[in-house]
């Protein structure tokens, strides 16, 4: 029988379009569910599943989670009017936005789509596929009346997938250095200087300015869609939560330096913010460990300018050695903090450049299976192949 057993219960599975398929919010029991069944898949270098669903309120419980923030989804069939059945799930996360064109910028509502997860038993029956289905529309209006204008999700299963339910894949590229380098270049770089929790508000204070004035006056003179995710204190503290959790379980440390900063001239910085992220279920062990960089600011050249024009000597003399500088010092943490690597997403030339410099067989690699980074749009469909993604790095990860 094409069906499955719930304890002592026997059911007949629906297909994929039945009407007895819907999306709703889970239970408090049907989470719980829904993280032991993940779990096993995603607990990565914590040791018990116990400590997995510990970790798991600890991010519902931050600040851009909570009240509303994070919202849970499961699909289930309504079937059976004595007990319903949750097939798979998600979650989606609230992203503070914005949309320029022609010169006009719109805060909008977005959102982050996470921990999507099919149990094996519900394999091979489009399951997941009528759970994106349904959300991609639901998400549209979610949590806004104005409608949201984009959602974003980043793919551990190639592109095909979520591309056919209309999440565009988007340059997924970045290079990783070894935690392992040398500091072969330190001695003739700019003093880098470490970055604590306390540092980060108002420096995403000032990022969060330069992106609305530069994201402005690039589409003024460009006939694209400019859209990105403001990279809050919110949203960098969701990633210190997940840092500093298994941190503490591991090691016993929060790992306090978050970040390095050049320059001390409010204008003429560059600053990076990271975060470690441990996937190695041996503790002593490197492998895949990778301390991200979230996010890389030069205030001179604005997100705009950074990602969309071409450099010259006098960009390439000032700001390569600033950004190795950022690179060496996050390196540096890494090797102490049982990495494997440095990882930066969608590298520019003159970061290529400056990664050259800490680790001269630095290379842009393309990511075609993982973290893909992926974009449905919801505005007008006339503009929906002009959509370019500003600040296409890992803080907007989720």
Sequence with gaps: MNGTTNGNHSRELPSFDSPSLMLLHPTEAEKDQQTRENGASWQGALPTLEAYARREKHLHSQEATVNGGLTSWVLVDNSDPNKRLAICGCESIRKRALVAHEGIVKDTGAHGIGSVFCPPQYRGRNYASRMMTDLG?????????????????????????????????????????????????????????????????????????????????????????????????????????????????????????????????????????????????????????????????????????WEHVKFDDADRQRYVPMIASLLAAAVERADESVMESVEIWNPNALTLEAAKLVFPKAAIEDRESESICSLRWYGDEKLEDSVVWLGNEKYGWC
């Design 137 to 305: 529309e639901t998400l549209k209006a979610w949590q806004n009346e104005k409608g949201n204008l984009f959602s974003i999700l980043y793919s551990d299963i190639g592109k095909r997938f979520y591309a056919k339910h209309g999440w565009k894949p988007f340059p997924s590229t970045h290079v990783s250095i070894p935690a392992s380098t040398p500091k072969r270049t330190s001695e003739k770089l700019p003093v880098a200087s470490p970055l604590h929790r306390e540092d980060l508000a108002l420096l995403c204070d000032i990022d969060e300015a330069l992106l609305r004035k530069r994201i402005k006056t690039i589409s003024a003179t460009n006939d694209k869609v400019f859209v990105t995710i403001i990279p809050d204190i919110q949203t960098i503290r969701w990633h210190h939560a997940r840092e500093e959790f298994v941190g503490k379980e591991l090691y016993g440390s929060t790992f306090d330096i978050k970040g390095a900063i050049v320059g001390d001239t409010v204008g003429q910085r560059a600053w990076c913010i990271w975060t470690r992220m441990w996937y190695n279920a041996d503790p002593t062990e490197t492998e895949e460990n990778t301390l991200h960089i979230l996010r890389l600011v030069i205030e001179e050249k604005d997100v705009g300018d």
